[in-house]
């Protein structure tokens, strides 16, 4: 299997939510289960159905997530010398040539995308043209709106 790339914040947050399913959720759900199992008649109980399908969520979540944090190949950028690259993990400042508005993006895997929050998935449109180029350099991206003009105006390993 093929190992994915992930940063060292990404690696954290999963292991935080991994910790919460464990110690927390998993204990209880467990005991809303065995409450609902003391009111009797386990075909008719709704506590009972809901506690068994929100067990079942959590399970499969912790299932993932392990697998996900097993597969992981965590890359920590600031251990890596700044070239001016763009490269998995950086944070990169990009100018709109066309309106020099200023955007601010990490390259982060995909599970840990979230464009409100200004990481982008590597395998994204304006990442994939973003890889390999360098600060200065001015790149053509096919987007939903079109072709659009970037200028890589600051690389950063945060």
């Known amino acids: 299997m093929q190992r994915v790339p992930m940063t060292v914040a990404g690696a954290d947050a999963l ?17 809303a289960i065995a409450e609902a199992r003391e009111h009797g008649d386990l075909k008719e109980n709704a506590e009972y ?23 992981a190949q965590i890359i920590d950028i600031t251990g890596i010398e700044n070239t001016g690259k763009v490269i998995f993990g950086v944070t990169v400042t990009i100018l709109d040539v066309d309106t020099d508005e200023e955007k601010v993006y990490q390259i982060v895997g995909d599970d840990e995308a ?38 890589v105006d600051k690389v950063e390993h945060l």
């Open 49 to 71: 159905h809901a506690a068994r399908e929100q067990q079942g969520f959590c399970e499969g979540r912790i299932q993932e997530i392990e697998g996900k944090l097993s597969n």
């Open 114 to 151: 979230n464009i409100k929050n200004g990481k982008l998935s590597v395998n994204s449109p304006i990442a994939r043209g973003l890889i390999g180029r360098e600060e200065g350099d001015v790149v053509q991206i096919e987007t939903p709106g079109g072709v659009k003009e970037y200028e």
């Open 15 to 31: 292991r935080k939510e991994l910790d919460q399913l464990k110690k927390v959720d998993r204990p209880r759900i467990s005991a």
